[in-house]
């Protein structure tokens, strides 16, 4: 049952990661008609979706009996939270400030945000790596797994994202 949930995570996980791209790549060519502005407002969209999947995938894992099941549904439904959250914010905060951002400036900016989170991501997914290597706690390693499904797709959507800026 565990093994087949996160089968199936993982592959909604590439199949996001197909969509990110597809939509990135949505009416851009590699020449300057770039639109680092249209690129971050769909990458927040798929941010956005991608914690809301999280968090419908975590809320019935957490009325299981299962103590392993329950706790990585809470990191789904908390993961997604902050993603959606994060999202929103970004693409209100977008849209109040766009006037006053060159085009070389977004670039400048989404990509280092990237970077960023990017390195944060390495930090999440070995966070749950040592807990899952190094506690008895189920719920620990639990815990651990929820990191790494969450800190691999982070990983893998901000450096898909910090490519597509160089179109």
Do not use: C
């Not at 990458?43 to 968090?55: F, N, P, Q």
């Not at 929103?88 to 977004?106: F, I, W």
């Not at 930090?123 to 290597?133: C, E, P, S």
């Not at 815990?143 to 969450?150: A, C, L």
């Amino acid at each position: 049952m565990i093994r087949s949930a996160t089968k199936i995570k993982m592959t909604v996980i590439f199949l996001l990661f197909m969509v990110a791209i597809g939509f990135a790549q949505d009416g851009e060519t590699s020449d300057n008609s770039y639109d680092p502005f249209h690129h971050y407002s769909t990458a927040m969209k798929v941010l956005i979706g991608y914690g809301g999947l999280s968090m419908a995938a975590g809320a019935p894992m957490m009325f299981s009996d299962d103590p392993w099941m329950k706790r990585i549904g809470t990191q789904n439904l908390l993961w997604g939270a902050v993603d959606a959250g994060i999202g929103v914010y970004a693409l209100v905060a977008q849209e109040r400030n766009r006037d006053n951002v060159s085009r070389q400036e977004k670039i400048d900016s989404f990509r280092r945000t990237m970077v960023i989170n990017g390195l944060l991501d390495v930090a999440y997914i070995t966070t749950g790596i040592l807990l899952t290597r190094f506690t008895d706690n189920v719920r620990l390693k639990a815990t651990g797994v929820g990191f790494v499904i969450q800190g691999s797709f982070l990983l893998g959507f901000d450096w898909v994202n910090y490519g597509l800026t160089f179109r």
